[in-house]
């Protein structure tokens, strides 16, 4: 069935560190491809999103790209700071022909801590 | 409003009693759906109205949930005989179906504890 496998946590860096989460789908069809963000005491917010093969999604100095081949969507940053601690959720949602299944498949999701 | 407000924030039941949880979506917004995220579960789609048509209730774990959407617009998520395995936080999010691949806008949640 469809699922999100996302790397576990929690992941501990020191701030300027370089950052990377592992996620990889399994779906039939041609899926979107999202990272969401939940800052503490804050609601799920979108981080960024690819909707084809090869396509980056990018913001705040996160990107992550959407690689067909190996299924997969690894979210990195070059330099992370104390404000990106938070936990990061990958998600799918499913496509056929343009129309949306609605739904998102979350990963589990993973807490990063940042620490000065 | 400005985002997706849902209500109340925090809810203490009793288990066995019925409980109701509110979702305003965003004005527009013809998709709205129903997460619920626990510490064992993670993350789960519960159900998705989209429209005027059929729900999709695929991800209600068992007949004691229930939804509906008035309107269009403001929906309620009813669970009775609440079980403490129910405890979780229920999130509502709303999206302009309108574009595919659309974004959705998650509200703050309602926290549920059953004793």
């Known amino acids: 069935g469809n699922s999100v496998t996302q790397m576990e946590g929690p992941v501990t860096l020191s701030e300027e560190a370089f950052l990377t989460i592992n996620c990889t789908y399994t779906?039939?069809?041609?899926?979107?491809l999202f990272w969401y963000v939940q800052y503490p005491g804050e609601g799920l917010q979108l981080l960024l999103k690819a909707t084809k093969a090869d396509d980056k999604g990018s913001n705040k100095g996160f990107e992550a790209t959407y690689r067909k081949e190996t299924t997969s969507f690894h979210l990195e940053k070059g330099s992370v700071q104390v404000s990106d601690s938070a936990v990061y959720f990958c998600?799918?949602?499913?496509?056929?022909?343009?129309?949306?299944?609605?739904?998102?498949?979350f990963g589990q999701g993973t807490i990063l801590t940042v620490h000065p | 409003g400005a985002g997706v407000s849902q209500s109340p924030s925090n809810k203490v039941t009793e288990k066995g009693k019925d409980v109701e949880l509110r979702c305003d979506p965003i004005s527009g917004h013809t998709a709205l759906y129903w997460y619920r995220q626990s510490l064992g579960q993670g993350l789960e789609f519960l159900i998705y109205f989209q429209g005027n048509s059929a729900p999709d209730k695929s991800g209600l774990p068992s007949d004691r949930f229930s939804a509906e959407r008035t309107g269009g617009s403001v929906s309620t998520l009813t669970i009775q005989r609440t079980q403490q395995e129910d405890s979780a936080v229920y999130l509502c999010a709303s999206s302009d179906s309108g574009r595919a691949f659309n974004e959705q806008f998650f509200g703050p949640g309602t926290r549920l504890t059953v004793l």
């Open positions: 779906a039939t069809g041609y899926p979107s």
């Open positions: 998600a799918f949602e499913g496509s056929a022909g343009g129309t949306s299944y609605g739904k998102l498949t």
